[in-house]
């Protein structure tokens, strides 16, 4: 099975400055996804940004960029101009389109924005 | 807009007991998912359904089974509930992630169920 790793237990960032949460994956499937959820203190858990693994260009969705370096299987997410509303657990999570199609995601990262 | 609904946001249990999660959604998906949530350890697999009668096992299968009888309702079982099963159960629905990327095959979430055993 895939195996997702996010280092960094806890990350602060101040007010609208930009950060950067790691991800690393394992798999030996060509074809596969990755995403990133986002969980705030309510619990939802809030889809913010995929990467197809054919996908040439890095994936934006508004203030969100993944950082996608296959050959390091690597695919960070960038958060930029922090809000405070951005306080929160992050996670990122991979899917194969073959084999199973079933999702892995990693332990997470919590995110905290200062005023 | 997609919904997943958890039958019970929350929970209480006493050691021995037979509990049942229930999940729906009405997006007509394929695959259907059960993850528990503890602090540290993210979301791990408990189970995985890709159709209707159909299941895998994820990660952690052990003291749990699935039952997925209609496409739209994913069961959780714990068959006798332990102390070390109180968690976070959250449940997801989605479609297949397909070659070509035809959609983007993400998870759709229920509210989670917050299970305590006694």
């Known amino acids: 099975a895939q195996k997702i790793t996010q280092t960094q237990p806890g990350m602060f960032v101040q007010e609208k400055e930009a950060v950067t949460l790691d991800c690393t994956y394992d798999?030996?499937?060509?074809?596969?996804?990755l995403f990133w959820y986002k969980q705030p203190s309510s619990g939802e858990m809030i889809f913010l940004i995929y990467?197809?693994?054919?996908?040439?260009q890095n994936a934006t969705e508004g203030r969100y960029s993944l950082n996608f370096q296959k050959a390091r299987k690597s695919a960070n997410l960038v958060i930029s101009a922090s809000q405070l509303g951005d306080s929160a657990m992050y996670f990122c999570?991979?899917?194969?389109?073959?084999?199973?199609?079933?999702?892995?995601f990693g332990a997470g990262t919590r995110l905290t924005v200062k005023p | 807009d997609v919904k997943v609904t958890q039958s019970s946001r929350y929970l209480v249990k006493r050691t021995g007991e037979k509990v049942f999660l229930e999940c729906v959604q009405d997006m007509d998906h394929e695959n259907m998912f059960w993850y528990r949530q503890d602090p540290g350890l993210g979301l791990r697999l408990i189970y995985f359904s890709y159709d209707v009668k159909m299941k895998e096992k994820g990660d952690i299968p052990e003291g749990y089974s699935v039952s997925r009888e209609k496409k739209e309702r994913f069961s959780l079982i714990l068959e006798s509930a332990s102390t070390n099963q109180t968690s976070m159960y959250l449940c997801?629905?989605?479609?297949?992630?397909?070659?070509?990327?035809?959609?983007?095959?993400?998870?759709?979430f229920g509210e989670g169920s917050r299970l305590t055993v006694l």
């Open positions: 997801a629905s989605s479609l297949r992630l397909a070659e070509h990327y035809r959609n983007t095959g993400e998870l759709f």
């Open positions: 990467q197809g693994s054919y996908d040439e």
């Open positions: 999570a991979m899917r194969v389109v073959y084999n199973n199609n079933d999702m892995r």
């Open positions: 798999t030996s499937d060509q074809s596969y996804g």
